[in-house]
Structures are given as C-alpha cells and as structure tokens.
C-alpha cells in the first residue's frame, strides 16, 4: 500500500490518498485543540495512544456487529481505513451529565440518566458546531432519515459494548462523540476515533478524569491520564 498525498488535514489527524483509491491512510497527531481550536497544545505520545486505543476498540465494535472503516493498524500513528466521506454530524451520546449538558441545562455534572440520551451537532467550524435536531438534519440535506435511523442504532450499540468494555476496565463512559461515514455505495460505518480526545473517561471509583478535559480544563496530568487509560485498555484487551 503506498501513501501518496495528503487529502485533508484536520485538528488532530491528518488523511492520505493511497494507491487503492478506495483506501485511506489516517495519521494521528500529537496536537490538542479546544473550544474550536481557541485552545492549542500538544498532547507529548497522544496521537500514539489514540491510533491504537481507536483501533483496538474499532476492532470491538465490528465483533459486536457494528460496520467501521477500520481496515489494519500499518504503524505507531498511522491506520489503513476504508475511504468515506463524512456525514457531517457529530453524534453525542450521553450516560452521565458532564460538559455542554451541565453548562446547557444549568445542572451539576455526574447525574446518572436512567437511559442514555443522543444529541447532533452540525460539524461546521465556521458555525461552532451548532446542535440540531434530526428534522434540521435531513431539511440541510446533512442526511436521510433512513441514514439517521441507522446512525442512532449503531450509536446506541457503540455505547453498549464501550459502557461494558471500560466499566471492566474500572472506568465509567461518561459521554462520546462518534462520526459516521459513507462507503462508495452509501453503507453506513463508524468512522473516526474513539480515544480519550473525544470520551469522557472516569475513574469508577475515584471519578478522577483520564481524558482530554484535564487539557481543556487545565487540570494538568494530562499525558500521565492518557498513559493510564491505555494500560488499562491493554490489561483487559486480550486479542
Ligand atoms: P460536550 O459536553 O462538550 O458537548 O462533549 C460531549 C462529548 O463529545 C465529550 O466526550 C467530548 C466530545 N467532544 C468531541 O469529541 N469533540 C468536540 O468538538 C466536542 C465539543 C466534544
Ligand atoms: N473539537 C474541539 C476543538 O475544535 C476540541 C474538543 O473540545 O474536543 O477544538
């Protein structure tokens, strides 16, 4: 597989054409953004940790029956994925009050819903993201409905397997952010990342963070919660 040009360049990874023009080349960055990209950093090994977190737990979800782009890790920050293009939504599931639903809805963080809840927000820097409904979805043509149901469900069945998955891990999945993508032929995979850039991670007991709000925050510790959440995923992802 050769890597030919760059395609596109977003906050934290970069895309590449390879040779299979039904193929991608993703290589994940050490840089953290926040707010927008109003926050800039580095996150020292965080584009490591990311690529082999997302892939691993990638893996998780095509066992579980869940369609990704995932084809094979090639190296420390670089993955071979399935070439799609973006339905530009962000999809936001909810198990735990925390970030934008605590400041929203004026309440504390840390309630725990009895059901998980989804939100969209429309991927558009330009905008800041604003959330949107299904209905505001399909009017901007951002989606079918048909393509909307199928994105929830999958959705719903990520939470499943990744609530399960780190709750063995001793940590609770406080909320995620997934995007979705569209192969040649219209099929609807995961797309993406899941890592600590786009999870709220908590430890069970301790409720310590082990994600990117110790960054966007300035709680400091940030690389040391990265490290640790990724020890925990190898010690209980055998495969
Ligand atoms: P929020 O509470 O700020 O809306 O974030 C919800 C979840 O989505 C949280 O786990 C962080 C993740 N997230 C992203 O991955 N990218 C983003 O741009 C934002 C705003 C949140
Ligand atoms: N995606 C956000 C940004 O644009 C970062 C975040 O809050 O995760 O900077």
Redesign the pocket.
């Known amino acids: 597989m050769q890597k030919l040009e760059q395609v596109y360049e977003g906050k934290a990874k970069k895309v590449f054409r390879t040779d299979d023009p039904e193929r991608f080349i993703v290589d994940y960055k050490d840089d953290a953004t926040a707010f927008n990209g109003a926050k800039e950093g580095t996150i020292v090994g965080k584009g490591v940790i990311n690529n082999q977190m997302t892939n691993r737990l990638m893996v998780r979800m095509e066992k579980a029956g869940i369609p990704t782009h995932y084809v094979q890790e090639l190296s420390e920050r670089e993955t071979l994925v399935k070439k799609v293009s973006i339905v530009p939504l962000?999809v936001?599931i909810r198990n735990i009050s925390?970030?934008?639903?605590a400041s929203r809805y004026g309440v504390e963080e840390g309630i725990v819903f009895d059901a998980p809840t989804i939100e969209f927000s429309y991927k558009c820097d330009e905008l800041d993201?604003p959330l949107l409904n299904a209905y505001h979805a399909v009017a901007l043509k951002l989606a079918t409905w048909e393509e909307i149901e199928t994105i929830k469900k999958y959705a719903f069945a990520v939470n499943d397997v990744l609530k399960a998955f780190w709750a063995e891990c001793g940590v609770t999945l406080v909320?995620?952010?997934l995007e979705f993508g569209k192969l040649s032929d219209g099929t609807i995979v995961l797309a993406d990342e899941i890592s600590p850039?786009?999870?709220?991670l908590w430890d069970a007991k301790t409720h310590e963070k082990l994600d990117k709000d110790r960054f966007r925050r300035d709680m400091g510790g940030v690389e040391d919660a990265y490290a640790e959440i990724m020890k925990r995923l190898l010690a209980h992802d055998a495969d």
Request: proline content about 0%.
């Open positions: 962000e936001i925390a970030g934008h639903f993201d909320d995620f952010k850039d786009t999870c709220r």
